[in-house]
């Protein structure tokens, strides 16, 4: 692995760091479609997509590869994922770039280093198969696509999935979901399990982060859809995201596509441009929680609250309230999942819990759902959110 530490001249260096892409569509007179995320981005001959890593060439799209600027091994729990393997470690791995610039990024350095200076990031080269290595290692059962936004950079990641695949291991995404059909099944049949961002029901509040609320929606009911082991997150920011009403919104919406899909209610802490913004509370966190309960939700987790937030840490069983897995911030303290079911009531829990699980969930077609009118839900965000 090389390290590349000029900041100065990143963005110039990372251009040696790319290959064709496979998410676009050629178009006349050497400008091309980007279809890697939800802006799909018209770009002309010389010019770059809103994430400033995928460039067009003479009418070919350019898309990052072959480095990281971030490779870590720590617990699944940390992604977070609840229902995937727990209590196993995976092998987190991120590039450069996003398609949003979000005032409160708790990864701004890798994020928006190509467009703020003050990041400073730093960029290695490095092949899939070290990465799988690394894994290998260290004992990881899963490797991530993390850190900055995957969806911009899904070609790299799915090159790094393919030899995860053969490693035996198991592969994941961590996104703000800002997705288009095309990337979700692009990634389909490498990707196991998919934590999304919902990161507010606001529409403008998603414009003032740099994408729409619609493309998010949408991407949340594909990745249902088609079969993706599926964990959502909001990160509850005062004063943004935090009214009931809004936090019920979230909660409603994934309850319409399945109320065992697990909602992760996270505290914001104050970072980036944010690090003098007032931070969650615990209380607040627990009544976050008590929404997603009441509309329905069975499996609601909250966050960034290590012993803070009582029993909103653990997994409970819908059918007898048994403790199934105990938790404090990332440690798992007791796992008493028998089979994938309720050691008490032989309720089966919904999740991949083990790499048998992910191999039967591999063989699974897509799912039998209504389709949601994401139109109508995005319309009705509009009115209810909109100035008085």
């Not at 998919?194 to 594909?222: A, C, F, H, Q, W």
């Amino acid at each position: 692995m090389q390290t590349d530490g000029d900041g100065a001249n990143l963005e110039a260096r990372l251009r040696a760091l790319t290959r064709d892409g496979a998410l676009y569509e050629k178009l006349l007179e050497n400008k091309v479609r980007c279809v890697a995320c939800g802006h799909r981005c018209l770009i002309a001959d010389g010019k770059t997509g809103v994430c400033r890593v995928r460039f067009n060439t003479g009418g070919t799209l350019r898309v990052p590869a072959g480095y990281a600027a971030g490779l870590q091994v720590d617990p699944i729990e940390k992604k977070p994922f609840y229902h995937a393997l727990p209590g196993t470690e995976a092998c987190s791995f991120g590039m450069l770039g996003c398609d949003f610039h979000c005032d409160y990024c708790q990864n701004w350095v890798s994020s928006q280093t190509l467009r703020d200076a003050e990041a400073g990031a730093e960029a290695f080269e490095v092949s899939a198969g070290q990465i799988v290595d690394l894994a290998q290692r260290r004992g990881a059962q899963s490797v991530t696509s993390t850190y900055n936004e995957p969806l911009i950079t899904s070609e790299w990641a799915v090159e790094v999935f393919r030899a995860a695949r053969q490693a035996g291991l198991a592969t994941s995404f961590v996104s703000n979901g800002h997705g288009t059909p095309e990337a979700v099944d692009y990634l389909r049949p490498w990707v196991d399990f998919y934590k999304v961002d919902l990161k507010t029901m606001n529409p403008e509040n998603y414009r003032r982060l740099g994408g729409r609320l619609e493309p998010v929606l949408s991407t949340i009911r594909l990745l249902y859809e088609r079969g993706f082991w599926l964990e959502v997150l909001t990160l509850v920011v005062p004063r943004f995201n935090d009214s009931a009403e809004e936090l019920r919104d979230i909660a409603r919406f994934i309850k319409s596509l399945s109320p065992d899909i697990p909602w992760h209610v996270t505290a914001f802490h104050g970072d980036y441009r944010m690090s003098d913004h007032q931070e969650t509370g615990a209380r607040q966190m627990v009544r976050a929680a008590e929404i997603g309960r009441e509309e329905g939700l069975r499996f609601v987790y909250a966050g960034n609250r290590p012993g803070g937030v009582g029993d909103w840490e653990n997994t409970r069983c819908p059918g007898c309230n048994a403790l199934l897995i105990e938790r404090n911030g990332f440690t798992i303290l007791q796992n008493n999942l028998q089979a994938s079911r309720c050691p008490k009531c032989g309720m089966n829990i919904p999740g991949v819990w083990t790499m048998e699980d992910v191999e039967a969930a591999r063989a699974c077609g897509r799912r039998d759902v209504a389709k949601l009118d994401i139109e109508a839900i995005v319309k009705e965000a509009r009115r209810k959110f909109a100035p008085q």
